[in-house]
């Protein structure tokens, strides 16, 4: 199976963690999310560009652990998380963190919303705010930036009151820049997954554990799919997501991520993946994990 080698019975000893990868600059949701953990929020941080500069800090180990955006309510998945974690690292989920995002219209001091001609920010951003930008700055340009705080960041230090970001109030804080509108995203409730990722560990069952893997489905066929929910159905495995990626090799070739309750030491769990693996389709195994509250 795919987690054959992995120390499946060690929790990773948060005393290690001297050092966590993400993205930056400060002021980042990613940045709020890791301060609400006691143990992280305490280690060194190192501010990444990007979020496979990130990750890949942990896969070469650079850092022992890097922290990054999953999945959004509104806008889904965040695929260069996920393309990281299923054909690019060996890395392995540690724990998820789930935080409520507020987004912000943030611009200098004295700015009116009236004069507003630009507005920057992250593409995930201007996905959750799109209602919202068409209905009150339809003309408006869009630019994108790499996170909402680098998008803080340039409106602070272009100085041009007809610039605006959104953006975390955290970053506002850092920047300087006062909150022209408050919570524009599109949909109040909105929130975001982030997931802890180091090498070669899973954390020990808490009982209250999800499972993340990868299928890569070794050919074709009509049922082939039906077959490898078959196997979660007859152990009663209760799947929370299921998404089709590129497999990156050719076009109309997909593998399926999967995130179901549950922990790969469990009895079930194991024999689930196993029939999978021996019957259906290679896995490529992504961590058992506690789930989030």
Request: glycine share 8%.
């Amino acid at each position: 199976m795919a987690e054959t080698g992995v120390n499946r019975t060690t929790d990773v000893d948060t005393a290690e963690i001297t050092e966590v990868s993400y993205l930056g600059p400060s002021g980042t949701f990613t940045e709020q999310a890791l301060l609400t953990q006691s143990d992280l929020a305490s280690a060194r941080h190192r501010k990444m560009f990007s979020i496979t500069d990130a990750l890949m800090c942990a896969e070469r180990g650079e850092t022992p652990m890097s922290f990054a955006a999953i999945e959004n309510s509104i806008e889904g998945s965040v695929n260069a998380t996920l393309d990281v974690l299923a054909f690019e690292s060996d890395l392995l989920i540690q724990r998820e963190v789930v935080i409520p995002i507020e987004l912000h219209l943030l611009g200098l001091a004295g700015a009116e919303v009236d004069g507003i001609k630009e507005v920057l920010s992250y593409p995930n951003a201007f996905g959750q705010c799109r209602e919202f930008l068409h209905e009150h700055f339809p003309q408006v340009k869009q630019t994108t930036a790499n996170s909402t705080a680098e998008a803080a960041e340039s409106v602070a230090s272009l100085g041009d009151a007809t610039r605006a970001a959104i953006g975390t109030r955290l970053a506002g804080d850092i920047h300087g820049l006062s909150v022209l509108w408050e919570q524009v995203e599109d949909h109040h409730g909105n929130q975001t997954r982030f997931v802890a990722v180091a090498k070669g560990r899973v954390p020990a069952p808490s009982g209250n554990d999800k499972t993340s893997v990868v299928i890569f489905q070794r050919e074709n066929k009509p049922g082939s799919l039906l077959g490898i929910l078959q196997e979660f159905a007859d152990q009663s495995i209760d799947l929370t997501k299921l998404q089709s990626r590129p497999t990156k090799k050719a076009l109309g070739q997909y593998c399926f991520i999967i995130d179901f309750l549950g922990h790969v030491d469990e009895p079930h769990v194991a024999q689930c993946l196993e029939a999978i693996s021996t019957q259906h389709a290679d896995i490529k195994f992504l961590g058992s994990y506690p789930v989030a509250g």
